[in-house]
């Protein structure tokens, strides 16, 4: 990712990709059980997560800090079923969490986005190549959860 359109097009595909899963998980239980023994909200809490993650690999990056990666991720999540309530705020979370990231593109130094940057899964990747893993991880995720679901029902 080097030019301006490109930072564009990534703020433009995560809006997008935030729309769809939105759209995708409407009227969806998140205290459904998954394969696995997660529920809908446990997937969703761990996307989101990784998404902070993601996020402060970002900011990190474009102050020329080194981003630490918190490989404790999968301990995050809580156990308890959502409520009505509380899946409200995840979405609002998450909502402000890719609005965060898009501003995070956006005010990025032009000299910092051919750099490398620490992933938080470990190693280190392209700007480019970090976003488009937090998208792909997403869909995955979403994916995972709506088959769940329709061999469910």
Sequence with gaps: ???????????RLLAETH??????????????ALDGGWTVGE???YVIALEHEG????QAHSAGDEYHPDYSLGETLTPEPLKDESAQRLYAEWEALRELLRAALDTMPPE????????????????????DTLIAEQREY????????????
């Design 19 to 32: 729309q769809e899963a939105l759209e995708a998980l409407e009227g969806v239980d998140h205290s459904a």
């Design 55 to 58: 996020l402060a690999a970002l």
């Design 112 to 131: 910092r986005l051919s750099l490398w940057v620490r992933a938080p899964w470990g190693g280190y990747t392209s700007v480019a190549g970090l976003v």
């Design 43 to 45: 997937v969703l809490r």
């Design 142 to 153: 979403l994916d995972v959860i709506i088959r769940a679901l329709r061999k469910a029902g």
């Design 1 to 11: 990712m080097q030019s301006a359109g490109e930072k564009e097009d990534f703020a």
